[in-house]
């Protein structure tokens, strides 16, 4: 079956470093997407893996190990602004649509103190 | 600019009453989607279309009806059958590649209450 995990909370200090990670399981892999979701608002797509290793995008970096099932969201140099919840999704080819349909976790709400 | 719409933001409804949520979009994109957010839950795909005049159920599709007969729009019916509409809805679109990133892109939402 799928399944797509991350923790539920996690809580840091404004400049810090967090890693969110994500741990899956589906039959037919075909990207990782980490989306970004403030309460009551839309996501926003962050970064995408489909080969091993790691992305960077400013702040924020993402890596993937396909054989592990595994990926992680690094956020550095924390802001307040960073408050939300991290979604990490899984495009699996056996899910329906022309390059497979998101399989999404239930979300990291991150909060970010001062 | 280019985007998705999503009205109303915020609807009240009664028990026994179809509702209909719509969603427009100007990015020229070919597929579009709806998804339910609820607390502590992932978003679940409701409904799906790739190409106008054609979709397909999602996981959820119980309760719910949809129609494409533009491509600009997909707008979404919750039904009197939906035994518990009360959440947040997204709607969603995206090219339909067949490669590379191929992002989906978000509406801002509605959220509906049923009193």
């Known amino acids: 079956g799928q399944n797509i995990d991350q923790p539920t909370e996690m809580t840091a200090t404004e400049g810090a470093i967090v890693q969110i990670n994500c741990t899956y399981q589906t039959s037919g892999f075909n990207g990782l997407f980490w989306y970004q979701q403030h309460a009551g608002e839309a996501p926003t797509f962050l970064s995408y893996n489909v080969l091993d290793g790691l992305e960077e995008k400013g702040r924020f970096s993402s890596f993937l190990s396909r054989s592990k099932g595994y990926s992680y969201l690094l956020l550095k140099e924390l802001q307040m602004k960073d408050s939300a919840s991290y979604l990490c999704a899984v495009r699996d080819r056996e899910y329906g649509g022309s390059q497979g349909n998101l399989i999404f976790g239930k979300g990291t709400k991150l909060s970010v103190k001062p | 600019d280019g985007g998705i719409t999503q009205s109303p933001k915020y609807l009240f409804r009664k028990e026994g009453q179809n509702v209909t949520l719509s969603c427009e979009q100007n990015l020229n994109h070919d597929a ?83 009193l």
């Open chain 2, 32 to 114: 579009m989607y709806w998804y339910r957010q609820d607390p502590g839950q992932g978003l679940r795909l409701i409904y799906y279309s790739q190409i106008v005049n054609d979709f397909q159920k999602g996981d959820i599709a119980e309760g719910y009806s949809v129609s494409r007969e533009k491509k600009e729009s997909f707008p979404l019916t919750v039904t009197s059958a939906q035994k518990n509409p009360t959440a947040f809805y997204l709607c969603a679109s995206k090219l339909r590649g067949t490669s590379g990133a191929n992002v989906l892109t978000f509406g801002a939402g509605s959220r509906l209450t049923v």
